[in-house]
T-cell receptor, first 111, second 121 residues
Framework: QKEVEQNSGPLSVPEGAIASLNCTYS??????FFWYRQYSGKSPELIMF????GDKEDGRFTAQLNKASQYVSLLIRDSQPSDSATYLC???????????FGSGTRLLVRP | DAGVIQSPRHEVTEMGQEVTLRCKPI?????LFWYRQTMMRGLELLIY????????DSGMPEDRFSAKMPNASFSTLKIQPSEPRDSAVYFC???????FGTGRTNTGELFFGEGSRLTVL
């Protein structure tokens, strides 16, 4: 079992819709959770991080964490074609420097 | 401020040749990471430096790979001899690692360079 699992996609949504990206992790000791966005041919960039169970909102983005289910998700409201990218989920233990990445979900937003 | 700077951006070489990738982290950052990204394996951590000291090199695939950080503003990743299966995008990332009283470290945000795309023929 991979430490961080994501559906590779592509996830295709129409412009203006809500895109829901999901991630599960295996290590219950994981404490910090991150979503990175990576455009084709570019480097990953941080979108959001979340530590506590529940929702965290930042503009059109909402991160959701459920530690009991070992599940973290990213919702993108009012999806735009410019949101088309690969979204990488990453987790780490608080005491650790090591960020473990999932393989990413490719999102396509259709105009 | 300049971000993480990597060179070269693209490298095409023949099997058996030595390859050296370079990285300049963000000034003031004390942690440096080398990652490799392929379609098959995603982003893999190769090595982690903290305050210029290699802390974890367990991700380095073989003895053909070596990394150095002679000072806070420069790191190299060397592959000698290179093989076709080394073809990948190599990312350098830096961050500022701090510890709080509870044992919680900082956010863990990594700032990535643009990557070095390596093709070994």
């Amino acid at each position: 079992q991979k430490e961080v699992e994501q559906n590779s996609g592509p996830l295709s949504v129409p412009e203006g819709a809500i895109a829901s990206l999901n991630c599960t992790y295996s290590d219950r000791g994981s404490q910090s959770f991150f979503w990175y966005r990576q455009y084709s041919g570019k480097s990953p960039e941080l979108i959001m991080f979340i530590y506590s169970n529940g929702d965290k909102e930042d503009g059109r983005f909402t991160a959701q964490l459920n530690k009991a289910s070992q599940y973290v998700s990213l919702l993108i409201r009012d999806s735009q074609p410019s949101d088309s990218a690969t979204y990488l989920c990453a987790v780490k233990k608080d005491s650790s420097y090591k960020l473990i990445f999932g393989s990413g979900t490719r999102l396509l937003v259709r105009p | 401020d300049a971000g993480v700077i990597q060179s070269p951006r693209h490298e095409v070489t023949e099997m058996g040749q030595e390859v050296t990738l370079r990285c300049k982290p963000i000034s003031g950052h004390n942690s440096l990471f080398w990652y490799r990204q392929t379609m098959m394996r995603g982003l893999e951590l190769l090595i982690y430096f903290n305050n210029n000291v290699p802390i974890d090199d367990s991700g380095m695939p073989e003895d053909r790979f070596s990394a150095k950080m002679p000072n806070a503003s420069f790191s190299t990743l060397k592959i000698q001899p290179s093989e076709p299966r080394d073809s990948a995008v190599y990312f350098c990332a830096s961050s500022l690692r701090t510890s709080f009283g509870t044992g919680r470290t900082n956010t863990g945000e990594l700032f990535f360079g643009e990557g070095s795309r390596l093709t070994v023929l």
